[in-house]
């Protein structure tokens, strides 16, 4: 029987805050590189494998698990001081979008930064909701799907690149 005591290790992990939240719209992947951030308020990013557990009877475990429709979807929310997210919406309107996750305050070596990054190459925006209440700055809220680029063989996702400090997995 073993008696001794042991104390876990304390890891010292870097905060991911607000600041380091990154979202960005371009008409095709490559332009994704040179467009500016937006400035939102909220973000939602769900990426849903939808899996299946496929029971039998006879056991208590499943004999599989199947992966359904793959989506990625979500929301943001920012101030409505133009009509640009509207005009997406009622036109129909497909970008390329990116999400960066990248925390320049913990340098990884000499100039690496934590980074979580996704690039969708075809994202489709649906219902636009301002809202209009009295006393308050006017925001609207924009919902999104990604979808995949058929024409140019991109998927749903077509990056998702992570920079950390761990060599191998």
């Known amino acids: 029987r073993d008696t001794g005591l042991t104390n876990p290790a304390v890891v010292s992990e870097a905060k991911w805050t607000k600041k380091h939240v990154f979202v960005k719209f371009a008409t ?42 793959f989506a990625v979807e979500g929301d943001f ?7 640009t ?8 309107s497909q970008r390329a979008m990116e999400i960066d996750f990248i925390n320049s305050d913990n340098l990884i070596g000499v100039s690496s930064a934590p980074t979580l990054k996704f690039i969708m190459p075809k994202v489709h925006f649906n219902p636009f909701s301002p809202t209009y209440d009295l006393d308050k700055i006017t925001q609207q809220k924009i919902s999104f799907k990604a979808s995949r680029d058929v024409p140019n063989t991109q998927d749903i996702i077509s990056t998702c690149q992570l920079i950390n400090d761990v060599t191998t997995y």
Do not use: C, R
Not at 85 to 92: I, L, R, S
């Open 85 to 92: 997210y509207k005009n997406f919406v009622m036109g129909g």
């Open 28 to 69: 095709t992947v490559g332009g994704l590189s040179s467009a500016t951030p937006i400035s939102i308020k909220s973000l939602n990013f769900n990426i849903m494998k939808n899996a299946k557990l496929d029971d039998q009877l006879g056991t208590a475990e499943p004999e599989d698990i199947n992966n359904q429709q």
């Open 77 to 83: 929310e920012l101030n409505y001081d133009a009509e």
